[in-house]
């Protein structure tokens, strides 16, 4: 056992944290104060492997003071793990009494701990539709700190994650080289991220009190950019826990924080704003993942720049000879069609997405190769300027995504009969939304029998228009079902043939 005092300097920028008005030393930087004093204790310590997180008093700040004194308690187990516990003692002016306090506690571990794994694919975008907050609204009104912790510069949420682009500042006070977990910033920003997920899908403004694990493998440093992507774990009233991850810019994992939990520590008096609400979670396009094996839709927008490490041979192949607009919703499509394979093949996520090849040689279509060797799917994708979209199913499928627009009612003799034209002046849904289903299906159709548009804008009519559900024929063929999903000017389309 060992006890260390310390005199925790202000730093500026820690005056930017705050919590009620008061400054608060953050997680980080008391991990990282824990991790500086394990080496001193045990210089051999590996502070990069950390279990049993606990963060369980605010720390407050003096700012009238130059430091804030605290002490480090200090244990060595038979195994070689170090303890460490920050702590401040107060003394009581009515009693006169002397009470300890602490604050934050960490186990650094020889034994490295066991991380999730995840394919880089999957923390390359998020699935479904995705609702973006800008950095000043996420400072102004959800995480309300100083410049110097307004470091997430873009955040895409969905309900099933979070990716945030993240910017550390330059070093404050020039302790890059001192610091044993690297930058402090990184990881703060996503916690933020998993604050502002929790304030739009679980209503509550939560901070983190404790981490199950934490492995760093390289250190992040100042004046670069990472991406935060965050994975809630599980959802309870007043408890929320998430497994965060940090990537560099080229998509390699700097650290992991896994069983990262989170409260509300204001007893219910912080409570998100109601433009943050998100009304419950919905699956996107969930009627048509009814008629399916499975989907995937991905938003092209939280596509991350080292999405295209993810791609195999034969995908690459085919990117490095695209521009840059066909590159994104290419990228996207891959990804929605590796989640395909994964899903297919009883939700894998630890093949390495390099040997999931989306594309075949020799053809244009897309491919769903399952990863446990089970039989394969009949596929289509589908993008526009906003999703890339994937569908598997045991029949002759066909998918499409549009947007409402102008362009499908000015093409509209070029594509529809006598009687579709009809089906579009005379419907209650509005002739622009009317005739993007009608387009959309004939698109769908193209795909399920691979044919040319020309044929099946001949050889398709459709004959009803709903909203979730329309019918058309082939030919002389039996009636077939199309069915419809809309986000917000988006039109999902999905066919599936006998």
Known sequence: MATIHLEIPLRPYLKDHCVDGRAVLPAVEAAELLARAAKGFQPGTDVAAMVDLRFDKFLFLDLEA?????????????????????????????????????????????????????????????EGACFTVQAEKIYRDLVPFGPAFRNVTRLHLAGGG???????????VGEERTRQLGSPFPLDAAFHAACVWGQRFADVVAFPLAVDRRRIYRNT???DTYFGHVIPVRVESGLLIFDLRI????????????????????GGKLKPPRWIAAGGQKQTAERIAAQCRAISVIELKSVTPFAKKVLSTKEKIRFDKMGDQRRKSFLAARLACKRLSRTLSG???VTDPRDIATVFADRPHPCCPRTDGGDV??????????FSVAVACDRPVGIDVEKISGRVLKSRRLYMSESEMALVRETPLGEAETAVRIWSIKEAVTKALDINLADAWRRVRVTTVGAYESRFQIDDDAPSHAFHDAVRQHVFTLVCLQ
């Open 66 to 126: 130059k430091t804030t004194a605290a002490f480090c308690d200090l244990a060595l187990y038979e195994n070689g793990d170090v303890q460490a516990v920050l702590a401040t003692r107060t003394k009581s002016k009515k009693a006169a009494m002397t009470r300890v306090k602490e604050h934050a506690a960490v186990r650094f571990s020889r034994r490295k701990p066991d991380m999730p794994d995840l394919a880089l694919d999957l923390a390359s975008a998020l």
């Open 162 to 172: 979070a990716i945030a682009e993240i910017k550390t500042p330059v070093d404050p």
């Open 221 to 223: 440093r100042p004046g």
């Open 247 to 266: 990537f560099d810019g080229g998509g390699r994992l700097c650290e992991t924080a896994a069983g990262v939990r989170m409260h509300d520590v204001s």
């Open 347 to 349: 939700h894998d996520e």
């Open 377 to 386: 799917c009949a596929c289509s994708v589908s993008h526009d300027n906003r």
